[in-house]
C-alpha cells in the first residue's frame, strides 16, 4: 500500500494565481513529519516545507503554505502567487522511522506543476 | 547557505564496471541517506548512515552496493558491478538531527 499519495499528475496554473497540490499519507506512528520537495528540470530536489505532526500551526515559508489536517492525514502544499518558475515536479515526503531506528523520507509520485504566462 | 555537493554530476560506464559517487555533507550533519530516482519515477530510499555505520537498508541495497566515509568529509557510494538497470539519478541527502534532510544536486549514472 502507497503510504504517500499524489493523486494529481499535472496541474496547470495561471501567473500570480494560488495553486494547491494534494498529499495524503499513511501511518500508524505518532510522530512523524511532511516534506515538500521541488525538482525543477535540471534534477536537483530542492527543499521547499516542513510540518511535524506535533506542530499545532501549518507551516509557512514565504509564498509555501502547508495545509496540514491531521485527522484526514492530508498534508497539501499552497503556493500562492505562482510565478513561470514554479513550474516543477513536485514530491510530497513523509519521515518514516525504520526499524534499526534511523529515519527515512518515503515519496510520493509527484506532481507537474505547470504555470502559464 | 551550505549546501551538500555532489560529484560528479555526471557518469557513463559500461555494464559491470565499477562506479563510486562521491558526496560532501553539510559541515555539522551527522546523518546522511542515499536515494535512486530512475527516471520518470519517485525518490526512492536507499541506505541511511549514521556514526560511520549503516542504520538502515532498502532491499534495493544489495551486496553490489556499499557505502563509506573514508576520510571523515566526503560520503561515498559504491556499485561494485553496474547493470542497465542501475541507471538513475542518485542523491545524497544529509541531516543534522535526523529531521530535516537536505539534497544535493544529484549524479545522473547511465550505464550502458
Known amino acids: 500500500a502507497q503510504k504517500i499519495t499524489q493523486t494529481q499528475p499535472g496541474m496547470f496554473v495561471q501567473e500570480k494565481e494560488a495553486v494547491t497540490l494534494d498529499c495524503t499519507y499513511d501511518?500508524?506512528?505518532?510522530?512523524?513529519?511532511l516534506f515538500w520537495y521541488k525538482q525543477p528540470s535540471s534534477g536537483e530536489m530542492i527543499f521547499l516545507i516542513y510540518?511535524?505532526?506535533?506542530?499545532?500551526q501549518n507551516a509557512t515559508e514565504g509564498r509555501y503554505s502547508l495545509n496540514f489536517q491531521k485527522a484526514r492525514k492530508s498534508a497539501n502544499l499552497v503556493i500562492s502567487a505562482s510565478q513561470l518558475g514554479d513550474s516543477a515536479m513536485y514530491f510530497c515526503a513523509m519521515r518514516e522511522r525504520t526499524q534499526g531506528g534511523s529515519e527515512k523520507l518515503v515519496f510520493g509520485k509527484g506532481t507537474k506543476l505547470t504555470v502559464n504566462p | 547557505e551550505p549546501e551538500v555537493t555532489q560529484t560528479p554530476s555526471h557518469q557513463v560506464t559500461q555494464m559491470g564496471q565499477e562506479v563510486i559517487l562521491r558526496c560532501v555533507p553539510i559541515?555539522?550533519?551527522?546523518?546522511f541517506y542515499w536515494y535512486r530516482q530512475i527516471l520518470g519515477q519517485k525518490v526512492e530510499f536507499l541506505v541511511s548512515f549514521y556514526n560511520n555505520e549503516i542504520s538502515e537498508k532498502s532491499e534495493i541495497f544489495d551486496d553490489q552496493f556499499s557505502v563509506e566515509r573514508p576520510d571523515g568529509s566526503n560520503f561515498t557510494l559504491k556499485i561494485r558491478s553496474t547493470k542497465l538497470e542501475d541507471s538513475a539519478m542518485y542523491f545524497c541527502?544529509?541531516?543534522?538531527?535526523?529531521?530535516?534532510?537536505?539534497f544535493g544536486p544529484g549524479t545522473r549514472l547511465t550505464v550502458t
Open positions: 559541515s555539522n550533519h551527522l546523518y
Open positions: 501511518t500508524s506512528d505518532q510522530s512523524y513529519g
Open positions: 510540518q511535524g505532526s506535533y506542530d499545532e
Open positions: 541527502a544529509t541531516s543534522e538531527r535526523g529531521h530535516e534532510q537536505y
